[in-house]
């Protein structure tokens, strides 16, 4: 059974950082692009970033320059480091690849 088991976020200040990761387990994902993904209350779920198999990475305009998406192909992990953070990255994060998905973490960044 596939897992992917997310952990970190949490409530920051405007400006602050904040990390995510995410633990799959259950199979390799090792050649498969990884992502993450947020949810702002009221709003459809919208792509962050990606990260391919080979560290090939893609960011969201919104948070390009901020954030930092990287796996461990050994630990079957990818990691969202988020630096200044704005009010507006205020979401509910998940983590994906393939037809998997994490179980979501909040992120609150207030001003």
């Known amino acids: 059974q596939v897992q992917l088991v997310q952990s970190g976020g949490g409530l920051v200040q405007a400006g602050g950082s904040l990390s995510l990761s995410c633990a799959v387990s259950?199979?390799?994902?090792?050649?498969?692009?990884m992502g993450w993904f947020r949810q702002a209350p009221g709003k459809e779920r919208e792509f962050v970033a990606t990260?391919?198999?080979?560290?090939?990475?893609n960011y969201a305009d919104s948070v390009k320059g901020r954030f930092t998406i990287s796996r461990d192909n050994a630990k079957n992990t990818v990691y969202l480091q988020m630096n200044s953070l704005k009010p507006e990255d205020t979401a509910v994060y998940y983590c994906?690849?393939?037809?998997?998905w994490g179980q979501g973490t909040q992120v609150t960044v207030s001003s």
């Open positions: 259950g199979r390799t994902f090792r050649t498969y692009t």
């Open positions: 990260i391919s198999w080979s560290g090939n990475t």
């Open positions: 994906a690849v393939s037809d998997y």
